[in-house]
């Protein structure tokens, strides 16, 4: 089964904050994780931000399983996306 990608105006703001190189890697990441997000993502233990994360080298993408979608709801580096 292959999940669509849907970015919330929160990550999408994330990501416009990014360096070039740090988006066209997570774009690319995301990409792969489509087909099947559940064995890439690892489940938070406080859900105040969203339910799993990927890790990206030192970024982390925040987000939510709804039916088919995945709904990208933070993206930041691993020493900021948590305190937030």
Do not use: C, W
Request: aromatic share 10%; glycine share 8%; no cysteine.
């Amino acid at each position: 089964m292959t999940y669509r990608l849907v970015y919330t105006h929160r990550a999408i703001k994330d990501l416009d904050g990014l360096d070039a190189t740090v988006k066209q890697r997570i774009g690319k990441a995301l990409q792969r994780y489509e087909r099947n997000p559940l064995a890439y993502a690892e489940p938070l233990r406080q859900s105040d931000l969203g339910s799993y994360r990927f890790r990206i080298g030192d970024y982390r993408v925040v987000f939510d399983l709804e039916g088919s979608e995945i709904i990208v709801l933070r993206v930041g580096h691993r020493r900021e996306i948590y305190k937030r």
